[in-house]
C-alpha cells in the first residue's frame, strides 16, 4: 500500500509512502485515506491526526496525472472517480473537528497541496518547495484553490495560480498558506512530542501551543520585495490587463514574469483568473468544491491539457502547442462554458459527524 496508517498513542498517524513516485496521489490512496479520516472523526480516543511522508524528497507532488491524461482519452470513469474522491477528501480534511497536522517536507504541488493546506495546522520546513503549476498543463488550480488562494493577502493568490510560481517556507508563511516554520530535522521530534502531549482542553489549543514553543524563524519572504507590484498588477480584472499593467512597471522582476504568463495555456490563464474571483466571493468552502467539480470534468476532455501533459510529462519538450495559441482567441464565451455544470451528478460532499 503506497499510504501507512499508524497510532501512537491518542495520535492518528498518515505516512504517504510512495517516494519513487515523489508521494503523488493516487485515487486509491484517497480512498485509503478519505476512509481512515471519517473513522477517526468518530472515534473519541484519537485526539489529533498528523499526516507526513516518506522518502524526503517531496511530501506530495500532486495527482496522477498521467492516469488522468490516459484515462480522459479513453473517457474512462476512472477521471469522475479520481476527482470526486479528491474533493470529498478536501472537504473532509477542510471540515475535520480534530487539529489536522500537516508536516510539509520536501515538494509540494497540486494534489498534496490539498492533502495539506486545507489543515488546521499546516507546518512547513527549509526544504519546501510549493506550487500550483496547473495553468502550465491546460489546468486550473484546483484542490481548494479557488478557495484558498483568493484569501491570501491582497493578490498573492492570484499572482501564484496564474503563474505557478514556485515558493518555500518563508513565503508560504507570508501568504497564509503555513501556520508553523521548523528545520526538517527537528519533525520527529515534533511528533515525539504531540505524542507525549498533555491532551486536557481543547485539542487545537494544545496543538498550536506545542507548535508555537517548537517553532523556528524561516526568514524574510522573497515575495514581499515585490508585493506592491503584485497587488497593482494582478488586481486587473483581465489577463491582458494583469499583462498591461506589469509591462507598464518596466522591472527585470516584471519582464519575467510576464514571460512567465506567456508561456502558459492561454485558456486556462482566462479559466483561472475567472475562478479566483468567483472563489473570492463564496461562502463555503463546500460550494467551492462543487464549482471546481464540474470545472475539472470540463477541462480534462480540452485539447490543451491533453497537450500540456503530452509536453511536461510524456515527450518532456516543454513546447505546448496550446489551442487557442492567444488570449485573443480566448472569447468569454468559451471561459463561461467551462463553467457550466458537467454531465452527471453533482459532487456530494460528507458531513463531519
Not at 142 to 155: H, I, K, M, N, T
Not at 254 to 278: G, Y
Not at 313 to 333: F, H, M, N, Y
Not at 337 to 348: C, I, Q, S, T, V
Amino acid at each position: 500500500m503506497d499510504i501507512r496508517f499508524d497510532r501512537h498513542g491518542p495520535l492518528a498517524i498518515v505516512t504517504l509512502d510512495r517516494p519513487r513516485a515523489l508521494n503523488a496521489l493516487t485515487l486509491e490512496m484517497a480512498v485509503a485515506l478519505d476512509d481512515r479520516l471519517a473513522a477517526w472523526a468518530g472515534d473519541d480516543d484519537v485526539a489529533a491526526i498528523v499526516i507526513r511522508s516518506a522518502g524526503g524528497r517531496a511530501f506530495c507532488a500532486g495527482g496522477d496525472i498521467r492516469a488522468l491524461h490516459d484515462a480522459s482519452k479513453r473517457h474512462d470513469p476512472y477521471v469522475r472517480d479520481f476527482y470526486r474522491t479528491e474533493y470529498r477528501l478536501n472537504h473532509r480534511i477542510k471540515t475535520c473537528r480534530k487539529p489536522y497536522i500537516a508536516l510539509i517536507d520536501g515538494i509540494v504541488m497540486g494534489g498534496g497541496v490539498g492533502l495539506s493546506v486545507h489543515g488546521s495546522h499546516r507546518v512547513v520546513t527549509e526544504r519546501c518547495q510549493f506550487a500550483m503549476p496547473e495553468t502550465g498543463i491546460g489546468f486550473f488550480p484546483d484542490v481548494g484553490g479557488s478557495w484558498f488562494l483568493p484569501r491570501c493577502p491582497g493578490q498573492l493568490g492570484t499572482y501564484l495560480g496564474l503563474t505557478g510560481t514556485s515558493i518555500g517556507a518563508a513565503d508560504m508563511l507570508y501568504c497564509g498558506l503555513a501556520t508553523h516554520s521548523m528545520a526538517s530535522g527537528d519533525l520527529a521530534r515534533v511528533e515525539g512530542a504531540l505524542e507525549q502531549a498533555s491532551w486536557t482542553g481543547d485539542p487545537g489549543v494544545v496543538v498550536t501551543a506545542l507548535l508555537d514553543r517548537v517553532a523556528g524563524d524561516a526568514g524574510a519572504p522573497p515575495l514581499a520585495r515585490h508585493r506592491e507590484a503584485i497587488d497593482r498588477c494582478f488586481a486587473g480584472d483581465t489577463i491582458e490587463e494583469i499583462l498591461s499593467r506589469l509591462a507598464l512597471e518596466k522591472t527585470h522582476w516584471t519582464d519575467e514574469t510576464i514571460a512567465v504568463l506567456r508561456r502558459k495555456s492561454p485558456t486556462s490563464l482566462k479559466v483561472t483568473l475567472r475562478q479566483l474571483r468567483l472563489g473570492a466571493g463564496l461562502s463555503d468552502f463546500a460550494a467551492a468544491m462543487r464549482m471546481e467539480f464540474a470545472l475539472a470534468l470540463h477541462m480534462v476532455a480540452m485539447d490543451d491539457f491533453h497537450e500540456g501533459v503530452r509536453a511536461a510529462v510524456i515527450d518532456k519538450d516543454q513546447a505546448p502547442r496550446w489551442q487557442p495559441p492567444t488570449l485573443a482567441g480566448v472569447s468569454e464565451g468559451l471561459v463561461g462554458r467551462y463553467f457550466e455544470p458537467a454531465n452527471g451528478p453533482d459532487l456530494e460532499l460528507a458531513a463531519e459527524p
